[in-house]
């Protein structure tokens, strides 16, 4: 048996539809019950829970093979946390962007003390391999404590406007809780924002940078990009 077949065994539905769903869902700001629509319009009879299931199910799967194809980060990092609320109790939603807009990681924490930017460094200095060449925050504190401890030989800035960068990364996000209604739980909300991020990274093309011709490419190597982490 084949790794795609094992991945999508005992679903009844063929696995481009899922795939299909599940892309729709972390690329667009649409509801399961919007996706069920779209693929009714298509005489593709599926309940919006089943297709929340397969978001559950397939889009951390698929986050993971995205992160591990990517071909790296630039030199610069931007940093930010948010308030979020999740059941009452508020959250903080830190996220680490580069300068090309590519989202390095992003994480909830309950605080956002010292140790708390520390465990955040740890995460994204992980992932990047090495200290970036800068990193730009805001002057909370906490940022400093970090720095110093793990990330020395890296520039700080934390001039004033610099980050508006990762202050502005945050806008996705937050338009996708509003459709959502606000996360139910610091897991789903973790969950759905690792997966959203690196379908993000995927067709993060620069679409005003490039000619109308160049993009078309760009885009046709991103749906490839997709098919083979979705296949196997």
């Not at 903080?92 to 955040?120: H, N």
Request: proline content about 3%; glycine content about 4%; charged content about 30%.
């Amino acid at each position: 048996m084949n790794n795609s077949a094992t991945l999508y065994k005992r679903h009844r539905f063929p696995p481009e539809i899922i795939q299909y769903a599940v892309w729709l869902y972390h690329r667009f700001n649409l509801s399961h019950r919007d996706i069920e629509d779209l693929l009714a319009e298509k005489g593709i009879v599926v309940t919006h829970e089943s297709i929340r299931l397969w978001c559950i199910k397939f889009g951390p799967a698929y986050a993971r093979k995205l992160r591990r194809r990517h071909l790296g980060y630039g030199d610069t990092f931007f940093l930010d946390e948010v308030f979020v609320k999740i059941q009452g109790k508020q959250q903080y939603l830190w996220r680490a962007v580069d300068q090309d807009g590519e989202v390095v990681d992003v994480f909830l924490q309950t605080r956002r003390d010292g140790k708390a930017a520390k465990r955040f460094f740890k995460r994204f200095l992980k992932k990047h391999r090495d200290e970036p060449r800068r990193i730009v925050t805001d002057k909370l504190r906490s940022y400093n404590v970090a720095h110093r401890e793990l990330a020395p030989d890296t520039i700080h800035d934390t001039s004033q406007y610099a980050n508006n960068r990762a202050e502005l990364s945050h806008q996705p996000t937050r338009v996708r809780e509003r459709g959502m209604r606000r996360f139910k739980s610091t897991e789903q909300a973790q969950r759905f924002l690792e997966a959203h991020a690196a379908v993000s990274n995927l067709f993060n093309l620069g679409r005003h940078l490039v000619s109308a011709n160049h993009y078309r490419d760009l885009r046709q190597g991103a749906f490839a990009s997709w098919r083979k982490v979705t296949v196997a």
